[in-house]
């Protein structure tokens, strides 16, 4: 292609704190930086990303892209839009929850789900080729006949990870002062409900001891089912809902957390294992969805999340002086494995590839 | 320090093993870890709306008749809302004024279009209010028979008598025997000492302690969870006593369902309850609709084709014994 490609991407919603949203502005700077002609678009635009994207409804008046790009998280109407364009279509697969597991709580994040699941099995045929996060991902979009699907892993924020980062595990944690932590949006398929289980257990074991919870709410229901059940186990006192924080804090929560726990049932990645394993958090982890490709061995994954075996593994991990230094070890050596600066340049090979593909000289 | 990643990796597979092993020894050392994790289970069913504590698992179940009638309806939406968003604006000279007029021809009729949508998604939304809120006060009347159920004394635990009665009536089996809502253990006695082979399972690990203490095989588990865990066909007779009072029919239903499920052909299934009318004043209104007489447990038996035999008993407050033999 003798003139510079240009190439639109497609996201439902952009945030510049979610991590889809860091993921499109990294591949938007990837392809600046393959002199394409890079813009986004987006069906809802944050406050502090309206300068950086257009919505998609202007995206008729706009040149025609040589190459399309869709970020695909969740159903949305730019999907049907972006199906009845006639470019060459790419999907960057970032998994979809499950409809069922909304469902009960919020019928109509349920059906859009849903929706969206359907609307992927329309692109799946509509697109020429793939990135998927995990092997996990990538099950989902050639199950869907997808034939050309690479997994490469999301595109991180490195300033999450710390810069001061420490040498060595911290010493045993103070079994009176114990800090659980989780972070994820407080959402049905993440299972919050199996921690706060799980706590009442390790409470009755280590009295003292708190979990906190970061994330916004997915799901009203489900937040306020929670809280009840806190309240109900008799460890309302014990944890903390801290919501949407700022990069800072969140930096703070990993700092003061002795466990990472994630007890989720479906999540396509799982970024804030690698934050955990990034700060020195030592994991544990259900054996579900993409979580143990995401772990790989550097943290403790459980087949089992009845609480007294999710309490015993926490035990284990906060008073096992080896076994800390060696899950310090391995999540070190993992966050370094799926960091931007290491996983970039695939990123960037893949493009390239694309870019000269047939499908898009034609 | 370990060698290399795989050793390292190893030794981690090693340690979720030996952590799953501890939480086995934790739970078959303190039976009150069994109890906690079950109350825990049924805290978050309370505090989950009704289809969210199974949605939010992986054994995420619906009816099947609910989700397809979802799946049919989300299947229709999904097929209506696919728009064919390629506009037709390949202009050509001289139709521009065709156009403009169809295209003004086109808002008006989208409006009506959209204007009855509207009317259509107000009524449904509003059906969909009216549903959920009867739903809500459907659940709420059926949680009130358990909330009251608590302010009654619990039933009171088998008598001597009533365990030889219950072991006369099984004195045939050949075979284990399992005694729902054993309390104590003194059916489970009576049946050991007539030379049959028993079990006891109780809801309540305070119930059971002074018979574990005394050496009976007696479990902490809820019934039906407990019955459902064993083999078809694999016991000679099932006892059902006590706690089977305080459930309503459809609870007994499936408790008879599996007990049937769990006996051998020649096996027996003896229920042994109190009979309704003698529920004091205050037990007769706080436990309606909880319970069956023995004459319905004989009727409900009958109905699953079994042989059933009603005898006196001689237990002070268990007159009657139902025993029912799979045919």
């Known amino acids: 292609m003798s003139r510079r490609p240009v190439v639109h991407q497609f996201i439902p919603s952009l945030a510049e704190r979610d991590a889809v949203g860091f993921h499109t502005f990294a591949v938007d700077g990837i392809l600046r930086e393959l002199g394409a002609d890079s813009t986004i678009y987006t069906a809802h635009i944050k406050s502090e990303t309206k300068d950086l994207a257009r919505h998609y409804r202007n995206h008729v008046k706009d040149p025609n892209p040589d190459l399309i790009i869709y970020q695909a998280s969740i159903g949305s109407p730019m999907a049907d839009y972006v199906m009845g364009r006639s470019e060459p279509l790419m999907l960057n697969y970032h998994n979809m929850t499950p409809p069922e597991f909304f469902y009960g709580w919020d019928a109509t994040l349920g059906a859009e789900l849903d929706h969206g699941r359907r609307q992927l099995?329309?692109?799946?045929?509509?697109?020429?080729?793939?990135?998927?996060?995990?092997?996990?991902?990538?099950?989902?979009?050639?199950?869907?006949?997808?034939?050309?699907?690479?997994?490469?892993?999301?595109?991180?924020?490195?300033?999450?990870?710390?810069?001061?980062?420490?040498?060595?595990?911290?010493?045993?944690?103070?079994?009176?002062a114990l800090?659980?932590?989780?972070?994820?949006?407080?959402?049905?398929?993440?299972?919050?409900?199996?921690?706060?289980?799980?706590?009442?257990?390790?409470?009755?074991?280590?009295?003292?001891?708190?979990?906190?919870?970061?994330?916004?709410?997915?799901?009203?229901?489900?937040?306020?089912?929670?809280?009840?059940?806190?309240?109900?186990l008799g460890i309302a006192d014990a944890v903390r809902f801290e919501g949407s924080v700022s990069a800072r804090d969140l930096g703070s929560w990993y700092r003061r957390a002795d466990v990472f726990v994630c007890l989720s049932e479906h999540e396509g990645f799982c970024v804030p294992i690698l934050e955990a394993m990034a700060w020195g958090v030592p994991v544990i982890a259900f054996d579900a969805a993409a979580v143990p490709d995401t772990v790989a061995g550097a943290g403790v994954v459980l087949d089992d999340k009845s609480p007294a075996v999710v309490a015993s593994a926490v035990e284990r991990v906060v008073s096992d002086e080896s076994l800390r230094q060696l899950l310090f070890e391995l999540g070190s050596a993992r966050a370094k494995e799926l960091r931007t600066s290491v996983v970039r340049p695939r990123f960037r090979d893949f493009l390239v590839e694309l870019l000269e593909s047939a499908e898009i000289r034609r | 320090?370990?060698?290399?990643?795989?050793?390292?990796?190893?030794?981690?597979?090693?340690?979720?093993?030996?952590?799953?092993?501890?939480?086995?020894?934790?739970?078959?050392?303190?039976?009150?870890?069994?109890?906690?994790?079950?109350?825990?289970?049924?805290?978050?069913?309370?505090?989950?709306?009704?289809?969210?504590?199974?949605?939010?698992?992986?054994?995420?179940?619906?009816?099947?008749?609910?989700?397809?009638?979802?799946?049919?309806?989300?299947?229709?939406?999904?097929?209506?809302?696919?728009?064919?968003?390629?506009?037709?604006?390949?202009?050509?000279?001289?139709?521009?004024?065709?156009?403009?007029?169809?295209?003004?021809?086109?808002?008006?009729?989208?409006?009506?279009l959209a204007d009855q949508v509207n009317a259509f998604n107000h009524f449904l939304v509003g059906f969909l209010r009216s549903t959920e809120q009867r739903l809500a006060r459907l659940e709420d009347d059926a949680g009130a028979a358990e909330r009251l159920s608590a302010f009654v004394d619990p039933v009171p635990e088998a008598d001597h008598a009533l365990g030889r009665s219950v072991a006369d009536q099984l004195s045939q089996c050949s075979g284990p025997v399992a005694v729902v809502s054993c309390g104590s253990g003194l059916i489970v006695s009576a049946l050991l000492q007539a030379g049959i082979a028993a079990h006891g399972v109780d809801d309540s690990a305070d119930a059971i302690s002074d018979g574990v203490n005394e050496g009976l095989d007696l479990r902490v588990a809820a019934p039906l969870e407990h019955l459902s865990r064993i083999a078809d066909g694999s016991l000679a007779g099932v006892v059902l006593t006590r706690s089977v009072e305080r459930r309503r029919p459809v609870e007994l239903s499936s408790l008879i369902d599996e007990a049937l499920r769990c006996v051998t052909p020649s096996g027996r299934i003896v229920v042994a309850v109190a009979d309704l009318s003698a529920r004091s004043g205050p037990e007769a209104e706080l436990l309606r609709g909880m319970g069956l007489s023995p004459q319905t447990w004989a009727h409900l038996l009958r109905r699953r084709g079994c042989a059933v035999e009603v005898s006196a008993s001689t237990g002070s407050r268990v007159a009657t014994l139902v025993t029912a033999r799979p045919q």
């Not at chain 1, 299972?191 to 709410?217: F, I, K, T, W």
């Not at chain 2, 825990?40 to 009704?50: D, H, L, N």
Request: charged share 30%.
């Open chain 1, 179 to 232: 800090t659980v932590l989780f972070v994820g949006r407080l959402a049905p398929n993440k299972c919050q409900h199996d921690l706060l289980a799980a706590m009442a257990v390790v409470c009755q074991r280590m009295p003292g001891s708190e979990l906190v919870l970061v994330g916004s709410s997915s799901s009203d229901r489900y937040e306020q089912s929670l809280r009840e059940f806190a309240v109900e």
């Open chain 2, 1 to 112: 320090m370990l060698n290399d990643a795989t050793d390292a990796r190893e030794y981690v597979a090693r340690i979720q093993a030996e952590i799953s092993q501890e939480a086995r020894r934790r739970r078959e050392s303190d039976p009150t870890l069994a109890t906690l994790e079950r109350e825990i289970g049924q805290a978050w069913t309370r505090s989950a709306p009704s289809g969210g504590a199974a949605a939010a698992s992986s054994d995420a179940t619906a009816p099947a008749e609910v989700k397809a009638h979802a799946e049919h309806l989300l299947g229709c939406v999904d097929d209506l809302s696919l728009i064919d968003v390629d506009a037709p604006d390949g202009a050509r000279r001289g139709v521009r004024q065709v156009k403009s007029a169809v295209r003004r021809l086109t808002r008006w009729y989208l409006r009506y």
């Open chain 1, 121 to 176: 099995a329309r692109l799946c045929r509509r697109a020429f080729a793939a990135v998927a996060d995990s092997d996990f991902n990538a099950r989902d979009l050639t199950e869907l006949k997808l034939k050309r699907v690479e997994v490469i892993p999301v595109l991180t924020d490195d300033a999450l990870f710390p810069t001061d980062r420490p040498l060595a595990p911290g010493p045993i944690p103070d079994r009176s």
